[in-house]
Each structure stands twice: as C-alpha cells, then as structure tokens.
C-alpha cells in the first residue's frame, strides 16, 4: 500500500523534458461539466421558469480576449428543460456574480439594479466635486443634516423601545389569567345554584302532588269506611208509629234516599224486629182476653200490615240488600206466629 502513495518519480540522469512531445489544443475548447443555475432566469423562446439551484450538464470555455485582473472569464452553454434552446451566461469576477449573456431573462435583480444605480450616482458626485470646491461644502452640511436626522429618528426609538420595556407583559397575562379563571367560577356557581333551585322546585313539587294524593286516598277511605252508614235513617219515633198506624207517610229527603242521615242513634233501629217469646212463657190469658180472641187477631193483622207497609217504604228509601234480607226473615217470623 505504501507504493501506491510515492510522490517522488525516478529520473534517469538523462531524462530532457525538452524532448517530450506537447499536444497542440485549441484555447477555445470546451468541456462537459456539471452544475447548477447560479440565478433565477426565464427562456425567451418558450417562457419556461428555471429556478435558482437546477443542475444542468454543461460545456464550458474560457471567454477569449476577456481578463479581469489577470483573471480569465468563462462562458457556460446549458439547455432549456423545456424546448431544449441553447442558454449561455459567463462569470463575472468583477462583481462575484455571473451575467446574462443569451437566451433568457434574469429575474429577481432588483437589489443589483439598485446598488448599479448607487455607485453611478457616488462616481457622479466624485466627479463634481473636483471641479468645483462649492459643491464639496454643500454636500458636506446635507451630510450633516442628514447624519442629525438620523440621530432623532434613532433616540425616538430608543425612547420607544424603554417605554415598552416598562410594560410587564408577564404581568398582564397573568392578571388576564386569573380574571379568566374567576369568570369560570362564577358561571359555574351560578349553574349549581340554578340546578339546586330547579331541584327544590321539583322536590315541592311532587311533595304537594303527594298531599294531594294521601288527601284523595284519605277521603275515599272515610267515604267507604263504614259501608253500612247507606243503611242509617234518623226518623223520629213518631213518623214511625204514624206510618205503622196508617197515617200521613213521612216526607224523606233527598239526599237522605241515597246515604241515609248523618247521625242516627240507631242504626237498623227501624229494620230489626224482636221476636216475641214463645206461646209457653206467655201467662195465662185473663177471661177478658179469651172472651175476645177474635178481636186480637185482627189487631194483630193489622198491626202486622202496618208494619210491613213501614217495611217497604223503607225499603224504597234505601234499597239495600241488608233491608230487604230483614224484611223477610220478619216476615216469616210474623207468619209463623
């Protein structure tokens, strides 16, 4: 591997460089290299756009009759990517740039324009100030004026940028923070209490709906507590026994039909009937009695009759099953007799 590196050749001691023949090549030849488009340009013949930094395989020369300094200028021929028209620029050491030559447009050399435009204004003012000695003195108080506005507009900013350097922008977020967060808070306490006082409203609610149903429930309940309270008749004694006796019938109210009065001492005082003692333990009929047994009978009948006519009006009054069963057990009892 050491051989491979030697930079130092033998020469024979007869060795006469003079003697080696030369290949005589042309200056202006031209060789294929690989670059990229130093600059944005346009081709003139199709319009196509070739950007700043797109490699091309190039040829390339040394511009004859053309030195800067010393310093040889070369020429590069590239393709257009789109219609394949020959592109030329060359080097422009001057400068340190390169320059347009043929087949497209640069582009975007506006700062290159402007910096022209200032040397050729700085070469004119040379100029005029070596022929004339008036022009030096103007040109140095516009200098002076122009250096003490600069001055102003400086100080102004640096007032500027101390007066936004008092400002505590941390501060200010922070502050904006927290009255962010009890913004939140708040709204978030006024939906719990409003969610509470909806609570509270439905709570009363259903509380008052339960009264009402217990009050319901309660007043069916009295209603049908005591079934038979239907039964009840408060009649006085003495339209009984004129009923019984065959007299003026007692006059029943309305609503006395259907429940019957509200608050009667007996209850089914009018309905039950004793029942006599048998013929046994009955004492032993007087003469009077006997002589007129006839008679009694027929009081009995019709006592009976009169009874059973009192019977069914009440039985009309309040139709009940109760009144009616009591009527016929009396009545057996009486036919039995």
Known sequence: MSERKVLNKYYPPDFDPSKIPKLKLPKDR?????????????????????????????RKETVQNELYMGLPIFRFYIKCTRCLAEIT????????????EHGATRNFQAEKLIEEEEKRIQQER???????????????????????????????LKELNQRQALVDFEG????????????????????EQETKEMLERA???????????????????????????????DKPTEMQGDTAGGGKRARVESWERSVGTLGGGRAL?????????????????????????????DSKASTTDSTNASKAVTTQNGSSSLSLLGAYSDSDSNDSE
């Open 126 to 156: 040379e100029e005029e100030e070596l022929n004339n000695p008036m022009k030096v003195l103007e040109n140095r108080t516009k200098d002076s004026k122009m250096e003490m506005e600069v001055l102003e507009n400086l100080q102004e």
């Open 30 to 58: 031209q060789y294929v290299v690989r670059l990229m488009a130093p600059f944005n340009m346009r081709c003139k013949t199709c319009g196509e756009y070739i950007y700043k930094g797109k490699k091309f395989n190039a």
């Open 203 to 233: 709570l009363v609610k259903r509380l008052r709906d339960s009264d009402s149903e217990e009050e319901e429930e309660s007043s069916s309940k009295s209603s049908t507590d005591k079934p038979t309270d239907i039964l009840t008749t």
């Open 172 to 191: 200010m977020i922070s502050q904006y923070r927290e009255m962010e967060k009890r913004e939140k808070e708040r709204e978030k306490e006024e939906d």
């Open 269 to 297: 005082g009018s309905l039950v009937v004793r029942k006599k003692p048998p013929a046994a333990a009955v004492n032993k009929p007087s003469p009077v009695a006997a002589a007129a047994p006839t008679s009694t009978r």
């Open 89 to 100: 620029f060359k080097t422009d050491p001057e400068n340190t740039d390169y320059a347009m």
